[in-house]
C-alpha cells in the first residue's frame, strides 16, 4: 500500500515493501503486510475509519509544515504495531521518504531525492557494515559490482552460496593432488571462493533476497569448504610422503571450539540484565579509536585473514607448515577472545535469564547418559560451579587417552567418569557468570578424545576416519546454533538420544579403541560409526530447514 503522494528514492521503497524477512514493514507513505500478518491488516483497517490525513517525512529533513495525523499507511503501521504484529521500519539514512503536504514542500522533497545518488546508496548497504579488514579493503570494493552484475541477470544468492562451494571443493581437489601446481591453483581457488562467498550476502542485501535457506546454507557451507579443504590439505600432503592428518584434525577442532565459545557467550548474554562491565567499556572505548578497531579484528583471524593466510602459504610453501601456521594464529585468537569473554564475565553482574541457561543446556548437547546421571545429580558430591565440574571430567577424559597405553581399558572407566562430572555439570540451571564455558569444554573433551585415540592408534586410516567422525558432529553443533538463533531451539530429543550425546559418543570411542586395538577393524568402526552419524544428522537437519516452520534467522555472519 503507497500513499500516491509519495515522494522518494526507489530504494526506499524496496526496503519498506519487499524485505520478506518480517511479517510486515513500513516507511512512510508505504506499507506492505506478508501473509502472517494480513489478518491483522484486515482487523486494522476495520479500525482505522477516518480518511487519511496530510503525511509525514523522514530522511534528510523534514518537507512541508507539521501536520495533524499520518497517511493512511501510517495509520495502518501505528494499529498492527498496537496489536501483535510489530512493524519493521527500516533506516532510510540519506535516503528520502516523504509524503509532501503542498507544492512547495514537493518540490524540497523531488530536490533532496535527486541530491542524492539512490544505486550508490544501494551499493553501499549491500556491505556489511562490520567486517574483518582483509574483506572490507581487498574483497568488498569490487566483489559488490558482482552482486550487482548477478542481481542484474537473475542470479539468486543460493545459486552464488553453491557456487562459492564448488569452487572450494575444487580447490581442496586441487591441493589433493600435492602438486605444486595443484598447491598454486587451489590457493587461487580459495581465495575466489571467498570472493564469490562475500558476494552471496552482498547480492542478498542488494536484492533483498533473504531466505531461510539461505542463511542456513551461507552458514554451513562455510565450515563445509573450510574442512573440506584442510582434508584436500592433508590427502595432498599424504601423496608427497608427509602424514598431517593429526595436524588437519587439530586445526579443525581449535576453530570449531573457537567458534562454540563466542556462540555459547553470545547465547548466555543475549538478554542478560544489566549486561555491562568495565571490560565491556574499555573495549566500546578502544572501538572509538580507528586503528584500534581494525587491529582487533585482525588478531582474531576471523574468515577473511585465516582464508587469505592459507591461500597464500598453500601456494608457497607446504601443507604442514600450512597448518602449523593455523595452530598458531587460531591458538593466539582462542586466548585472545576468550580471555576478554572470561574478563567480561567475571566483572558484569547480570542476572541471565532462563532462556539463556535453556540455550547453553541445548548446546551442551548431552545424551541420555548424561540425563540418566543428571537424575542423581544432588547426590554426586557437592555444589561444585558447572564449569570447573565439566572441566574437570574433560581433564580427566584427555590425560587419560594421553596417559594410558592405547587400548586400556582405564579409558573406558575415564569416558563413565567424564559421563558422571558431565551430567553433574548441567544438573542445574546453567545461570553462573562463566557456565557459558560448559559447552565449549565439552566440545573439547569429545573432539580431542577423538584426535588423541585416533592418533595414537597407529591403526593406517584412523585419523582420516576420525577427521570424517568429528565433521559429522561439527555439522550437528552448528546445526543446533543456528536452529537456537532463529527461536525453535535445539533440534528434538529424539536425535541427540540417536547419536548418543556427546559423553555417548565419547564412551563408544573409547570402547572401540580398546575392543579393536591396532587393527584395521578399528578404522572400519570409526568410519562406520561417522557415516551414521552423519546420516541421521543430514536427513533431519536438511528436512527442518527446507520445511516451512523453518525460522528466518537473520544473522550477517560470524567475524571468525
Avoid at 552464488?160 to 600435492?178: C, D, F, M, P
Avoid at 604442514?320 to 569473554?341: K, M, N, P, Q
Avoid at 567424564?418 to 555439570?425: E, K, L, M, R, V
Wanted: aromatic share 8%.
Amino acid at each position: 500500500m503507497v500513499d500516491p503522494r509519495f515522494v522518494g528514492h526507489v530504494h526506499a521503497l524496496r526496503l519498506g515493501l519487499t524485505d520478506p524477512r518480517f511479517p510486515a514493514a513500513a516507511v512512510p507513505g508505504a506499507l506492505t503486510a506478508q501473509p502472517e500478518a494480513r489478518p491483522a491488516l484486515v482487523r486494522a483497517l476495520d479500525t482505522v475509519a477516518a480518511p487519511a490525513g496530510a503525511g509525514i517525512a523522514a530522511g534528510p529533513g523534514a518537507f512541508g509544515p507539521a501536520a495533524p495525523g499520518h497517511t493512511l499507511p501510517g495509520r495502518l503501521a501505528d494499529a498492527l504495531d498496537a496489536g501483535d504484529i510489530p512493524v519493521q521500519r527500516p533506516e532510510l539514512g540519506s535516503l528520502v521518504a516523504s509524503v509532501p503536504v503542498d507544492a512547495s514542500a514537493r518540490a524540497e522533497a523531488e530536490s533532496a531525492v535527486a541530491a542524492v545518488d539512490d544505486e550508490a546508496v544501494r551499493l553501499r548497504s549491500a556491505v556489511k557494515s562490520r567486517d574483518g579488514f582483509f574483506t572490507t579493503f581487498f574483497i568488498s570494493p569490487y566483489s559488490r559490482y558482482i552482486a550487482r552484475w548477478c542481481a542484474r541477470r537473475g542470479l539468486t544468492p543460493n545459486q552464488v552460496t553453491t557456487a562459492s562451494l564448488v569452487t572450494a571443493l575444487i580447490a581442496a581437489g586441487s591441493a589433493a593432488t600435492g602438486t605444486r601446481t595443484g598447491f598454486v591453483a587451489a590457493g587461487v581457488l580459495l581465495l575466489l571462493s571467498f570472493v564469490l562467498d562475500c558476494t552471496d550476502g552482498q547480492l542478498a542485501r542488494y536484492s533483498l533476497q533473504y531466505s531461510t535457506l539461505g542463511a542456513w546454507l551461507d552458514a554451513t557451507f562455510d565450515r563445509a569448504k573450510e574442512y573440506a579443504y584442510y582434508a584436500g590439505l592433508a590427502l595432498g600432503a599424504a601423496r608427497g610422503g608427509d602424514d598431517v592428518w593429526a595436524l588437519a584434525l587439530g586445526a579443525m577442532v581449535l576453530q570449531t571450539c573457537r567458534h562454540v565459545v563466542d556462540f555459547s557467550f553470545n547465547e548466555a548474554n543475549h538478554d542478560a540484565v544489566a549486561n555491562s562491565s568495565p571490560t565491556a567499556a574499555l573495549s566500546t572505548k578502544l572501538d572509538s579509536v580507528g586503528w584500534t578497531v581494525w587491529l582487533r579484528r585482525m588478531i582474531v583471524l576471523p574468515i577473511g585473514e585465516r582464508w587469505a593466510m592459507i591461500a597464500v602459504l598453500t601456494a608457497v610453501t607446504t601443507p604442514r607448515i600450512v597448518f602449523y601456521a593455523l595452530l598458531v594464529g587460531c591458538s593466539f585468537a582462542a586466548c585472545y577472545t576468550t580471555a576478554g569473554r572470561l574478563l567480561r564475565s567475571l566483572t558484569r553482574k547480570a542476572e541471565r535469564t532462563d532462556r539463556a541457561a535453556g540455550a547453553l543446556a541445548d548446546l551442551a548437547d548431552s545424551g541420555p547418559l548424561a540425563q540418566a546421571f543428571a537424575a542423581f545429580g544432588s547426590r554426586l558430591g557437592g555444589s561444585w560451579p558447572p564449569a570447573a565440574t565439566a572441566l574437570l571430567g574433560g581433564a580427566l577424559m584427555i590425560a587419560s587417552a594421553l596417559s594410558q597405553p592405547f587400548g586400556s581399558w582405564h579409558t573406558i572407566l575415564a569416558a563413565a567418569v567424564y559421563a558422571i562430572f558431565s551430567a553433574q555439570a548441567v544438573s542445574r540451571p546453567l545461570k553462573g557468570a562463566l557456565d557459558w564455558l560448559v559447552p565449549p569444554i565439552f566440545r573439547a573433551a569429545e573432539y580431542g578424545t577423538i584426535l588423541i585415540l585416533a592418533a595414537r592408534s597407529g591403526v593406517p586410516g584412523a585419523l582420516p576416519a576420525a577427521f570424517g567422525l568429528v565433521s559429522a558432529v561439527a555439522y550437528h553443533h552448528y546445526d543446533t546454533v543456528y536452529r537456537i538463533r532463529g527461536g525453535t531451539g535445539a533440534p528434538p530429543r529424539w536425535l541427540v538420544r540417536a547419536i548418543g550425546g556427546h559423553e555417548g559418543r565419547t564412551l563408544v570411542v573409547a570402547v572401540l579403541a580398546t575392543v579393536l586395538t591396532r587393527h584395521s577393524a578399528f578404522t572400519t568402526a570409526l568410519t562406520v560409526f561417522a557415516a551414521a552419524v552423519a546420516l541421521v544428522v543430514l536427513v533431519e537437519s536438511i528436512r527442518f530447514w527446507v520445511s516451512s516452520g523453518a525460522p528466518a534467522v537473520h544473522d550477517e555472519g560470524e567475524p571468525a
